[in-house]
């Protein structure tokens, strides 16, 4: 028996301490997710306690077709999303979420592919994104990206989901 498979077991039992270790282990990313999607610490409280209500009345229809991790946090992104729309916070950019002009050489040859490839987060030296000021303003520059931008880089790259389960997450 899997763990997911034995906490979804107590979960639909109303196991309390089960459900208070689920909270505890993921009610921080939690917020941190729905923070990005919505944009206030205040409302990404609301959106994750709205969370944790439909998994407390939808344990049972879990399926297990995906992780319990995946499964909340998909909740999460229907729930943030559904707030975010109900409030109307901003009007959808009209901007591509990345410029057409970064896949052309000088001279416009070869569209379709990188000017120059992306640096990987893994060739940065390790002092400047331990500093404070660093984690501040790559914080900002996510804050500032489009929303699926924004969406995708939080749960893979700060929440550590892999693509295949981001994509169900978001839809």
Request: hydrophobic fraction near 40%; charged fraction near 25%.
């Amino acid at each position: 028996m899997t763990a997911d498979t034995t906490l979804i077991h107590a979960l639909r039992r109303g196991d309390d301490d089960a459900f208070r270790s689920v909270v505890t282990t993921y009610h921080p990313a939690l917020v941190r997710t729905a923070r990005r999607f919505v944009g206030d610490h205040a409302v990404a409280e609301e959106v994750t306690q709205e969370t944790w209500l439909v998994v407390i009345r939808s344990i049972d229809s879990f399926e297990g077709r995906s992780s319990f991790k995946t499964w909340l946090f998909a909740i999460l992104a229907n729930q943030a999303r559904s707030r975010f729309t109900r409030e109307q916070r901003h009007a959808p950019s009209p901007e591509p979420s990345v410029h057409p002009r970064w896949f052309q050489g000088p001279d416009g040859e070869d569209p379709g592919h990188w000017q120059s490839s992306p640096v990987g987060w893994g060739s940065l030296p390790d002092a400047q994104l331990l500093g404070r000021e660093s984690l501040e303003v790559v914080q900002r520059a996510i804050d500032q990206l489009p929303d699926a931008q924004r969406h995708v880089i939080t749960l893979r790259d700060i929440e550590g989901f892999d693509a295949g389960e981001v994509s169900v997450i978001l839809g």
